[in-house]
């Protein structure tokens, strides 16, 4: 029988759900179980797809292009695997399956309530995603905080669940904040508080994450155990780190991965974590150190660009480099300041995706900079949009080229909007988005970087390059090194006279992993690492060539 765990949260919310219910089925999958989870979101929004990029954080796209949860992007990470539109779910979406359902009469003539209709409904999900991935675990976290006023239907869904399948078939897992005061004293009230509202629910943690700062005292835990009706041996620590990915070693030195799968009554066997640690490694003890600046529209909360962060990093894996990020607000790039003295400690320059056109001009403000001094450039999306204006602008003397999503009036929209676009009106899930295959042209710098003729890409758009320039920019030495199957479609550009000037229309940071980091990035950093090794060496000198290390 499939079993389930459950994740919930205390205290306060942003506490580490995510990345502990990740790290849980890294432990898991390390056992050699088939592992699968869902993200349930208790917000109306039917999905992430129009939410604040401030607020809310990055809009994930999944291969079958759903726009999720930031946290699905940390489970695939961590887990290795491809997630899709089941794994992600919100009270919106709930409601609105209920209420078609309703206007159906598939309730046959019932009063619809929300027990058991919504709570039914959310039981399914769960269900059917391990059904359809024949999992032997599926880990489902219920976001938001216990005692929020959304949580209550979620709450009963799991208890429900846990009386249908057994007790012995389920697990539930709660991640509370152990606060500690100035004077390093730990208090363990909060969580207390916060465990009782969670059995007022009717439910009962089995296993309790603290969240904390320093270790905890024996004395301490057997207080929580006692106060909290949990068995001592399954309290955890869930220490402050720097290094997220080193998080479910952490775990596993505590004996969580046994300890669980005792509970779940599963057989256990010794961690494969082998090439986890090694990466860990070679996280922690780089042989190289380089420093990347991100330019764009939502810096100031870097969850927005969270993806990019972490293929980055990867990047910095793959070349045995540690990657230091220099956030820059584009705005801050409008003006003109002295750039030589804004980009002086970077080695490379990384423009993500955004939408509108706030903070453009400073983009292209530095996409200029990186070609006319030649440092690495790496364009997500918007990103690969503003190297084509750039060009255009000042390298094929289109005076005036623009994007139409910027300037609908420009004299050159060198980026418009694409033609299967212009007819919808809604915004929610009516992008280009998911996966879509690219043929690559050799020769190029990202042939070399994929070493294969046809890839596959995740996508998130509605503007594209203007066919009617490519011939012109082609001429003034912008390469077009990926096309759509029927060449309709530019989904890479690069400049030919430059070391590594590379835009892609799709996000290649959204399947970059850290036992296989995206090759764009991998080449991204080694360009960059090279830039840095000319710098500090003299242009007269020879650059040692660097290899890139791959898992």
Not at 294 to 317: F, M, P, R, W
Request: some cysteine; charged content about 25%; overall charge negative.
């Amino acid at each position: 029988m499939t079993k389930y765990i459950f994740v919930t949260g205390g205290v306060i919310s942003g506490i580490g759900k995510g990345i502990t219910t990740a790290s849980l089925g890294r432990l898991l999958i390390n056992r050699g179980f088939k592992v699968i989870v869902v993200k349930i979101d208790p917000y109306l929004n039917v999905d992430a797809g129009v939410m604040n990029p401030f607020q809310h954080g990055e809009v994930f796209v999944t291969h079958d292009g759903a726009e999720t949860d930031l946290d699905i992007g940390n489970y695939e990470r961590f887990l290795g695997i491809d997630l899709n539109q089941y794994s992600n779910f919100t009270t919106g979406s709930v409601y609105s399956e209920v209420i078609a359902k309703e206007r159906r009469g598939d309730y046959l003539g019932q009063t619809v309530q929300l027990i058991p209709h919504i709570t039914d409904e959310i039981k399914r999900r769960i269900y059917q995603i391990g059904k359809d991935n024949e999992a032997e675990i599926v880990i489902t976290e219920i976001g938001g905080t216990i005692g929020d006023f959304e949580m209550p239907p979620f709450v009963e869904a799991i208890r429900q669940m846990a009386v249908e399948v057994g007790r012995q078939n389920t697990m539930f897992l709660h991640v509370s904040l152990i606060y500690t005061l100035p004077n390093s004293e730990s208090k363990s009230k909060p969580t207390q508080h916060s465990i009782r509202k969670l059995q007022e629910l009717g439910v009962q943690p089995d296993l309790l994450l603290c969240r904390t700062s320093q270790s905890l005292e024996e004395a301490f835990r057997q207080k929580i155990a006692l106060l909290c009706g949990i068995s001592e041996e399954y309290i955890f620590e869930g220490l402050d780190t720097k290094c997220i990915d080193e998080i479910p070693l952490n775990f596993e030195r505590q004996g969580m991965g046994h300890l669980v799968l005792k509970r779940l009554g599963l057989e256990t066997s010794p961690p494969m974590d082998v090439e986890w640690a090694a990466m860990v490694e070679k996280l922690k003890n780089p042989k190289h150190n380089t420093r990347v600046a991100v330019v764009g529209k939502y810096t100031t909360g870097s969850d927005a660009y969270i993806s990019v962060q972490e293929a980055l990093k990867h990047g910095g894996i793959a070349n045995e480099t540690a990657v230091d990020i220099e956030w820059i607000d584009s705005e801050s790039l409008t003006e003109h300041p002295d750039l030589d003295n804004v980009f002086k400690d970077v080695d490379g320059i990384l423009v993500p995706g955004g939408f509108g056109y706030r903070g453009i001009e400073g983009m292209l403000v530095a996409a200029r900079h990186a070609r006319e001094n030649r440092i690495p450039y790496f364009g997500l999306c918007l990103g690969m949009q503003c190297l084509v204006i750039e060009f255009a602008r000042n390298a094929a003397n289109l005076k005036g080229a623009n994007s139409t999503e910027v300037d609908s009036e420009t004299p050159h929209p060198v980026i418009d909007l694409m033609l299967e676009q212009r007819a919808i009106a809604d915004l929610g899930a009516t992008m280009r988005l998911g996966i879509y295959p690219c043929v690559l042209k050799e020769k190029t710098k990202s042939y070399a970087a994929y070493q294969q003729p046809i890839i596959v890409e995740r996508h998130r758009h509605r503007y594209e390059l203007n066919n009617t320039y490519r011939s012109q920019l082609e001429a003034s030495g912008l390469c077009f090194s990926g096309l759509s199957p029927d060449e309709s479609l530019v989904e890479i550009a690069e400049v030919t006279d430059h070391p590594w000037m590379v835009g892609s229309q799709f996000h290649p940071e959204f399947q970059s992993k850290p036992l296989a980091p995206h090759p764009l990035f991998r080449e991204f950093i080694a360009a960059v690492l090279r830039h840095q090794q000319q710098r500090e060496e003299g242009p007269e000198k020879d650059a040692v060539s660097l290899t890139s290390v791959t898992f």
